[in-house]
């Protein structure tokens, strides 16, 4: 680890200035303290930024729910109000890491961690993501890397939060220079798909302050994922679902898929095709086979398919009962 300067940012605006010359903001420093000791990030100066004003809160209302970039992961999971308005995303905080990560691990930190590949993670590489000429996933070992093959860097988003909350139609601010900016969530990964090195949409800059979430009356909604572990250690496949169902019928759904691709998946034709339907295995089939129509499976990487296929049914199956 290379020496480097500390300093507790005060205010947003100050962050973001004191992150301009080479500064990396750190939250819970689960990924950054890793990625500085792997010599795969050597700021200058870190930047706390756990203690800004109003960045601790979840904030209920009837319109939109409002959630610090600094409440941890632990918080959302055991909130009672939460757990009841969005299942989904406390279930999806409940399942990263261990009791002790998710007791620091902060929603901003989540949304920003960077990519797990292990040639990324590896010191010694190179691969297109560090700037160099060739993603070593390709040809090499890919087992947990994205189905959905079409973009340059092969590393799926790995967020629980990032899929939750996308089923959600969540949007997060971000105070980018002197403003605030509003980001969907498609917009906050989608540079991950275009730029290889990119792993999130967000610059360097760019501080997360909070999540807003829409409260859409009778919005039912869940998440699963299936891993190695049952613990410790992240998804291979994660799905995340949100609809309102009424006399039996799914409407506004959204189905997403995570650690399948770089960027949280949904695909819009599936969500309008369960428009009004009564779920039934072959619907819920059905809907899992549009998903997944246009996945691209590597070498060592197949297995996810029938993963995934099991998951979008089982979620389908957990929103109506
Ligand atoms: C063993 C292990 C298992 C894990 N399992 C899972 C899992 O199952 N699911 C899952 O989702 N995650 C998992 N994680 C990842 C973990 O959840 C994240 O590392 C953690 O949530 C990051 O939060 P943090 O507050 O510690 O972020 P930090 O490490 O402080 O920061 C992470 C990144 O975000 C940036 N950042 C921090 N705050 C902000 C902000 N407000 N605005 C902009 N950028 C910011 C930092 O500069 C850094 O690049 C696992 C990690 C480990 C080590
Ligand atoms: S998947 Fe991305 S991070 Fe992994 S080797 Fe390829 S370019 Fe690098």
Not at 110 to 115: C, D, E, I, K, P
Request: charged share 20%.
């Amino acid at each position: 680890m290379k020496p480097f300067a500390y300093v507790i940012a005060q205010t947003p605006e100050s962050a973001v200035e004191l992150a301009r010359n080479q500064g990396r903001f750190i939250a819970g420093g689960i990924d950054l303290l890793g990625e500085l000791k792997e010599h795969l990030a050597e700021p200058k100066l870190l930047v706390n930024v756990k203690v800004l004003p109003g960045t601790q809160e979840i904030t209920p209302a009837a319109d939109r729910w409002v959630i610090g970039a600094n409440v941890t992961l632990a918080a959302l999971a055991a909130h009672a109000g939460l757990r009841q308005t969005f299942p989904g995303l406390a279930e999806a905080a409940g399942e990263v890491g261990s009791p002790q990560m998710r007791n620091i691990a902060t929603v901003g930190g989540n949304l920003a961690q960077h990519s797990r590949c292990w040639y990324y993670r590896h010191r010694d590489i190179r691969c297109l993501k560090k700037g160099g000429a060739t993603c070593y996933a390709r040809e090499g070992e890919n087992k947990y890397h994205s189905l959905f093959s079409g973009a340059t860097c092969l590393s799926p988003v790995v967020s629980n939060l990032a899929v939750a909350l996308t089923a959600l139609g969540a949007s997060v601010v971000v105070q980018r220079g002197a403003k605030p900016a509003t980001l969907t969530m498609a917009q906050l990964y989608e540079s991950a798909w275009e730029n290889p090195r990119a792993h999130h949409s967000l610059k360097p800059t760019d501080l997360i302050l909070r999540v807003e979430i829409p409260a859409v009356a009778g919005r039912r909604s869940t998440y699963l994922q299936m891993g190695e572990k049952s613990g410790f250690d992240w998804a291979l496949v994660s799905c995340a679902a949100a609809a309102r169902v009424e006399g039996g019928t799914l409407h506004d759904t959204r189905v997403v898929l995570g650690a399948v691709a770089p960027i949280p998946w949904q695909v819009d034709e599936a969500n309008a095709w369960l428009e009004g339907k009564v779920l039934t295995d072959e619907v819920a089939a059905q809907a899992a086979n549009l998903i997944l129509r246009d996945a691209e499976p590597l070498a060592h990487n197949a297995y996810k398919v029938p993963l995934a296929r099991a998951l979008v049914r089982r979620a389908l199956a957990k929103l109506v009962t």
